[in-house]
């Protein structure tokens, strides 16, 4: 698909992607509106492994033990203790739903954020987490080594108990010395190797592996009380200003997409119209380039005082006529006056206006001009501006033979249609010789040329043909038969493309008094078309 068919796509039909932008939009804040107002709370959690040698072997790399302490903070076991610890209405979904985890770029610190629709409820979510997570961490060190706690525990138990025994053997064995202490010649009492050396073994032995045991019991206690590095470093604050609405990125998502399905739709509407979307193929059908393309303009719509005085007309529009007239005037092989015919491709095309228009930017620019209604079906330039009849007159060179209505430019008169016989039409070889050589500028207002039939009288003795196209609406199917039944003659045709817009049918009839004594406000009687 060319970038300029949908370029143009877009300029015709842009009211669809902005009508159905205006609708995603719409539909999105329906959407992602918030019941309520959130508040967000924020602690923070120092993770760290332990760095004790009994402790069970911590993987090296930080980053991979902050993701597994994440992934122990969002588990359920922790969410349903954190419910059971708030209590109310709680519950694991709740708080889950609430939480997230996120690990601050090249730290150790885990962000354990809450958001709820109470601030209240935030800062105790988020609190009752850290709180939860850093508990759960001791209870499950204390789990890990207490098993070997209990054994070194009941072994040591049983250690004592055996000294216990063994040593009561030993005063068993040492009670006869004992008892001749007060004597005067006692004998010595002997070592204990000596009075039993099987139990003198068994007690070294047991107190040897006692104080073994209780090294291992000291060093797993210690490190129970050591194993738990992580801290809370920032604790949850009552937040005070609310959020605002974070679906407000989705809002805006939605209405882009509706947006560029109007671009879609807009690109096939404009696919399969039936009229013509690229000025290029006027002009490659006519085989002409395009001569002028003449704006939307105030002084263009409603009736044809406007067209006719171009009182605050845009620059824009006077520069195309300019550029209109221009090519008119520096036409070749053209001699006296020249016989411009504007015509419209269909009905509504503006032919009238233009017509009008450029007649008066003729007088304007110093031309003396005609501007002569030749249109039966919508005779405005008759109606609007008292233009006096002349179909019924048959010879334009004598000094009587037809009169004229007056304008407000004084280079500019009109001639017009007689109602009461449309059919004998103008006299082609009578207007030539009777206007040609009094005049610079005849401009002829066709109406439509496909059912003109002045336009055919009338085609021998035009000059040129200003032919005009609606803006955005000229069938394709028109345009073909346009170029088709006037290709005889497209060596004569100036195409121009006309943002004028419709305007209504003039009635057939004058609406008061006769049409012969119709003139433009200010404007003299009719006079002869030699006094001029």
Do not use: C
């Amino acid at each position: 698909m060319e970038l300029r068919f949908v370029t143009l796509a877009l300029k015709r039909l842009w009211w669809i992607p902005v009508i159905l932008g205006l609708v995603g939009l719409f539909a999105g804040g329906r959407l992602t509106a918030s019941d309520g107002t959130e508040f967000r709370t924020t602690a923070l959690v120092l993770v760290q492994p332990s760095d004790d040698s009994v402790s069970p072997a911590q993987t090296n790399q930080p980053d991979r033990f902050v993701a597994s302490q994440i992934s122990l903070l969002e588990s359920n076991q922790i969410s349903e203790l954190v419910a059971a610890r708030l209590g109310g209405d709680e519950t694991s979904l709740t708080v889950a739903r609430s939480l997230e985890f996120a690990q601050r770029e090249e730290s150790d610190v885990v962000e354990i954020t809450a958001t709820t629709s109470q601030a209240a409820r935030s800062q105790a979510i988020a609190q009752t987490t850290a709180d939860v997570y850093l508990n759960e961490l001791e209870r499950r060190v204390e789990n890990l080594f207490a098993a070997e706690l209990n054994e070194l525990g009941d072994k040591l138990s049983l250690i004592d108990e055996s000294l216990i025994e063994v040593n009561e053997r030993l005063a068993v064995a040492a009670e006869p010395f004992l008892d001749q202490l007060g004597d005067e010649s006692p004998i010595p009492v002997p070592s204990i190797e000596v009075l039993d050396p099987a139990a003198a073994t068994e007690r070294s032995t047991l107190l040897a592996e006692r104080a073994t045991t209780r090294t291992r019991l000291d060093a797993l206690n210690l490190a129970t009380a050591n194993a738990v590095n992580s801290e809370l470093i920032q604790p949850a604050e009552l937040p005070d200003q609310p959020l605002a609405n974070g679906l407000a990125p989705l809002r805006y998502a939605i209405a882009i997409v509706f947006a560029l399905l109007g671009v879609a739709a807009a690109l096939i509407v404009t696919r399969f119209s039936s009229t013509v979307i690229d000025e290029r193929d006027i002009e490659t059908e006519l085989r002409r380039p395009i001569e002028a393309r003449l704006p939307r303009s105030s002084s263009l719509s409603g009736n044809l005082s406007g067209a006719l005085s171009l009182e605050g007309a845009d620059q824009d529009l006077v520069q195309a006529l300019d550029k209109l007239a221009s090519r008119i005037e520096l036409a070749t092989d053209i001699r006296g006056a020249r016989i411009i015919g504007v015509g419209g491709s269909q009905t509504h095309s503006g032919s009238t206006t233009i017509a009008t228009a450029l007649a008066a930017r003729f007088s304007q620019r110093g031309n003396r001009t005609v501007l002569v209604d030749a249109d039966a079906d919508d005779a405005r330039i008759t109606h609007e501006l008292g233009a006096p009849p002349m179909l019924h007159r048959t010879d334009f060179e004598s000094a009587t033979a037809a009169d004229y209505g007056e304008t407000m430019h004084p280079n500019l008169i009109t001639l017009g249609i007689d109602q009461a016989d449309r059919t004998r039409r103008v006299r082609a070889s009578a207007l030539g010789r009777g206007l040609r050589s009094r005049t610079d500028i005849i401009v002829v207002d066709l109406g439509p040329m496909l059912s003109s039939t002045s336009a055919s009288q009338l085609m021998d003795e035009l000059d040129l043909i200003v032919l005009t196209f609606p803006k955005n609406r000229q069938p394709s199917s028109g345009l073909e038969q346009v170029a088709r039944t006037y290709s005889a003659v497209s060596d004569r045709i100036l195409p121009v493309i006309s943002d004028v817009p419709r305007s209504r049918r003039s009635d057939s009839t004058p609406k008061s008094g006769p049409l012969a004594n119709r003139t433009t406000s200010g404007a003299q009687p009719p006079r002869s078309i030699d006094a001029a």
